[in-house]
């Protein structure tokens, strides 16, 4: 392999990238082994600590797996619905964090309302959404698309357009954040069933017309998540 330079920004993700196109276009096989750390830095111009971050998010997403005797193999796999869940994971977290905050101040308040301004048919789309998060769960799936649905009606529900409109704009942010985060829930049965409890409890405040209760329920979700997480701010903000 010639030596490349790569360019200052974030290290781990460039280099990611790079081992991502590489896997692409074959010049990394399936069923083959991966160069050594220090020939794969070197070719990279970078040091093996952004080098070790990229590799292991490729082993966390099943791409590779490490042999006896240390070597990393490429398996087999499709990389063309999994590449932008592959740059997720390797986001900042900071940024997660951020999103999060954002939508804790936002559904609180699209809860509020729902809870007020629903109407029948919203109700309805509220159950059906929330049965098949529990279907999901229950079988060990992430549910991520189940959820987004969940959260996607009752900000509806609170007939705000502009409201529905942000977070319209923010759908395919917030449906990789979720797979993000409920994928540490799987093997956890009772994570999993917290989280649906949650949406029960958001689901029961909008159908009883209970505004406070609906959104202290979202926010009480949502802090949860951040939490699970390990966002720093929740608890300097619960001592406020």
């Keep these: 392999m010639k030596p490349m330079q790569i360019e200052r920004k974030k290290v781990s993700s460039l280099v990611l990238e790079k081992l991502l196109d590489m896997l692409k276009t074959g010049e990394l096989a399936p069923n083959t082994t991966l160069p050594s750390e220090t020939e794969l830095a070197k070719s990279f111009g970078v040091s093996r600590a952004p080098l070790r971050e ?36 390797i986001a900042d977290i900071n940024e997660i964090y951020d999103l999060l905050e954002m939508r804790t101040i936002i559904e609180g308040e699209a809860a509020f309302f729902a809870a007020k301004r629903h109407e029948k048919e919203d109700l309805e789309a ?12 229950e079988s060990n799936q992430v549910g991520f698309e189940a959820d987004f649905a969940f959260h996607r009606v009752f900000v509806k529900a609170a007939y705000n357009p502009f409201l529905t409109e942000t977070m319209n704009r ?38 009883n017309r ?19 997480l390990g966002d720093p ?5 619960q001592d406020l």
């Design 54 to 89: 990229a590799l292991s998010v490729l082993s966390t997403c099943g791409i590779i797996e490490t042999r006896q005797g240390g070597r990393s193999w490429v398996k087999e796999t499709s990389l063309t619905n999994i590449l932008e869940p592959i740059h997720f994971e």
């Design 170 to 207: 923010l759908a395919d942010l917030h449906l990789k954040a979720l797979n993000f985060s409920l994928s540490k829930n799987l093997g956890w049965e009772d994570k999993r069933k917290n989280v649906y409890l949650e949406h029960v409890r958001i689901y029961e405040a909008i159908r």
């Design 210 to 228: 209970n505004p406070v209760e609906a959104k202290e329920a979202v926010v009480t979700h949502l802090t949860n998540a951040r939490k699970k």
């Design 233 to 237: 701010r929740v608890e300097e903000e």
């Design 126 to 137: 509220l159950m059906t959404s929330l049965e098949a998060f529990r279907n999901v769960t």
